[in-house]
């Protein structure tokens, strides 16, 4: 008889342990048992809540980007003017829940992933279009019509930077990319003066 309300604490533990096995390895080339191992419970029961490997990372990836999500409408609740909204989107993407080895990893297979499987594709471009939203929403009140392309590098900066820790063997430095990009940042609103 299963034990009631189990499922939504495995599938956490389930989701857990994948970012973890893929930040230690650097690949999706971890198996469901040693998933299922890292998160206390057999390979057969983390088929069961979600099919496939596959589909367990497509969870676990979600789970980054509710986090991601909620980190980035908190940062936005308490931004003060267009710029100050800026730097709340860029700062939540390198803060120490978004930013550390292995979700840098987990991010980089991800990329992979969309580019054969559907699914991972439609979430990756939700994240893409959101993150592009949020910054020529503001960037239109500082650059006007360059704001698309300021967005544009903004975000291929930002991706640029997940790319280089993730290839990188140092602990993932949030302050310094934030920095850098900043800086990016007040390259294109002094250009548009």
């Known amino acids: 008889m299963p034990k009631l309300g189990m499922e939504p604490i495995r599938r956490a533990a389930l989701v857990d342990a994948t970012i973890t096995e893929i930040g230690k390895s650097g690949t999706l080339d971890v198996t469901v048992s040693q998933i299922a191992k890292r998160a206390g419970m057999s390979s057969a029961l983390a088929h069961h809540y979600f099919g496939s490997k596959e589909q367990i990372f497509i969870a676990a990836m979600r789970h980054t980007l509710s986090l991601y999500g909620a980190g980035v409408r908190g940062a936005l609740a308490m931004a003060q003017g267009p710029r100050g909204r800026i730097e709340a989107v860029i700062r939540a993407g390198f803060s120490t829940t978004n930013f550390r080895r292995e979700v840098v990893a987990a991010w980089l297979n991800f990329y992979v992933l969309a580019q054969t499987n559907a699914e991972a594709r439609a979430l990756l471009l939700i994240y893409q279009n959101r993150m592009r939203s949020n910054l020529v929403h503001d960037l239109r009140q ?15 900066l930002i ?35």
């Open 142 to 156: 500082l650059v006007g019509d360059r704001a698309e392309g300021a967005a544009e590098r903004i975000a291929g």
């Open 159 to 193: 991706d640029g930077l997940y790319l280089r820790e993730a290839l990188g063997r140092e602990i993932p430095s949030g302050e310094d990319a934030t920095r850098q990009v900043l800086e990016a940042l007040d390259l294109e609103i002094g250009a548009a003066q």
